[in-house]
């Protein structure tokens, strides 16, 4: 994929012609399912639209509340949630590990911004801009309505997330490599402190 396959954020939420949103080869918006790689449950917005709803892992079900536009913007991208058009949002912009990722209005600020690191075999680390911190699964739960949280990294399946091409009917099975021009950063780059489970 080249620049020309990407489409602008909407105006209203950017002044920058540098974010954009992964599209297709047809510019057309491509939602993907964020899924956790030791519960395979996938991010999904509790409840409604209003702001500071929590992100929590649920059961794959098509959701367009399980659905995100991946905005980029240089070395960093935004996640944002199909249903609501609001962002994940690490809560009040705290940089303390065990906060909540909530979603949030308003253009990308730093602590609605994260690094991607591609650990291989279609698997992700996501790092939070303004705290360094990774995006976790509390408790490294397999239940439904865990939350997403903020946390040090410690390289366990619970912080590891691939991403699916969201679609209306059939859930797919097989997990999406994320396109060029998202900068993707080195598994070397990663904190080297614990040994994986």
Same mark, same amino acid.
């Given at each position: 994929?080249?620049?020309?396959?990407?489409?602008?954020?909407?105006?209203?939420?950017?002044?920058?012609?540098?974010?954009?949103?992964?599209?297709?080869?047809?510019?057309?918006?491509?939602?993907?399912?964020?899924?956790?790689?030791?519960?395979?449950?996938?991010?999904?917005?509790?409840?409604?639209?209003?702001?500071?709803?929590?992100?929590?892992?649920?059961?794959?079900?098509?959701?367009?509340?399980?659905?995100? !536009?991946?905005?980029?913007?240089?070395?960093?991208? &935004?996640? +944002? $949630?199909? #249903? @609501? =058009?609001? %962002? /994940?949002?690490?809560?009040?912009?705290?940089?303390?590990?065990?906060?909540?990722?909530?979603?949030?209005?308003?253009?990308?600020?730093?602590?609605?911004?994260?690094? !991607?690191?591609?650990?291989?075999?279609?698997?992700? &680390?996501? +790092? $939070?801009? #303004? @705290? =360094?911190? %990774? /995006?976790?699964?509390?408790?490294?739960?397999?239940?439904?309505?865990?939350?997403?949280?903020?946390?040090?990294?410690?390289?366990?399946?619970?912080?590891?997330?691939?991403?699916?091409?969201?679609?209306?009917?059939?859930?797919?099975?097989?997990?999406?490599?994320?396109?060029?021009?998202?900068?993707?950063?080195?598994?070397?780059?990663?904190?080297?402190?614990?040994?994986?489970?």
């Amino acid at each position: 994929m080249s620049q020309s396959d990407f489409t602008q954020l909407p105006e209203e939420l950017s002044n920058s012609d540098s974010i954009k949103v992964l599209s297709d080869l047809n510019a057309q918006a491509t939602y993907y399912d964020i899924v956790v790689r030791s519960s395979s449950k996938e991010a999904a917005v509790s409840g409604a639209s209003q702001d500071n709803v929590p992100i929590v892992q649920y059961d794959r079900n098509n959701g367009f509340n399980q659905q995100w !536009l991946i905005y980029y913007l240089g070395d960093y991208v &935004a996640f +944002q $949630a199909r #249903h @609501s =058009g609001k %962002f /994940m949002d690490v809560f009040e912009g705290r940089t303390e590990p065990d906060v909540q990722i909530i979603q949030h209005p308003d253009k990308p600020v730093d602590n609605q911004l994260w690094k !991607l690191f591609d650990l291989g075999n279609y698997e992700y &680390a996501i +790092q $939070a801009k #303004h @705290s =360094g911190l %990774f /995006m976790t699964i509390q408790g490294n739960s397999q239940d439904n309505g865990a939350l997403f949280i903020q946390y040090p990294w410690e390289n366990k399946n619970n912080q590891k997330f691939e991403f699916y091409i969201a679609a209306t009917t059939a859930i797919s099975e097989t997990p999406a490599k994320l396109p060029d021009p998202v900068v993707l950063h080195s598994i070397n780059s990663l904190p080297q402190i614990y040994v994986s489970d």
